[in-house]
């Protein structure tokens, strides 16, 4: 595949990742109390530009994210075993996110249609 292949190949697949998967849960608990750590992977970033997955622990007190030897915050963490539920977890939490702001952005679209256009205003939008 030539690189012009490949760029509409990677622009196709581009178009098709809006599509909605099927939520994952978290299916590692934190421990009971005395129980020491678990271990498995948490994402972090879903609402950011760099959302990633990262090892993880938790106890019955606390969690850690990007460590799995001691806990380094507060509260304990539900986790996932694998790195692909996180990733998949992670995609669901993004699908969910962008969806919301497409939602918002159809609102004020919305609200712009349904007021009345006068004077400078007329056509501003470049649809007339």
């Known amino acids: 595949m030539n690189k012009k292949e490949a760029a509409y190949v ?4 581009t178009r098709i990742a809006l599509r909605w998967t099927s939520p994952v849960e978290p299916d ?5 109390p005395g129980g020491g ?12 530009m760099s959302p990633r997955v990262d090892v993880a ?6 969690h850690a994210l990007g460590r ?20 998949r977890a992670l ?10 702001l497409l939602r918002d952005i159809d609102h004020q679209i919305e609200r ?3 007021e009345p256009r006068t004077g400078a205003q007329e056509g501003s939008d470049g649809n007339g």
């Open 112 to 114: 712009e249609e349904a």
């Open 68 to 87: 799995d030897d001691k806990i380094t915050s507060q509260n304990p963490k539900r986790l996932y075993s694998t790195r692909l539920r996180a990733l």
């Open 91 to 100: 995609r669901y939490a993004v699908e969910e996110r962008c969806a919301r």
């Open 37 to 48: 750590l678990v271990k498995g992977f948490a994402f972090v970033g879903a609402l950011g």
């Open 10 to 13: 990677e622009e196709l697949l």
């Open 57 to 62: 622990c938790s106890s019955s007190a606390g």
């Open 28 to 32: 590692v608990m934190p421990p009971s």
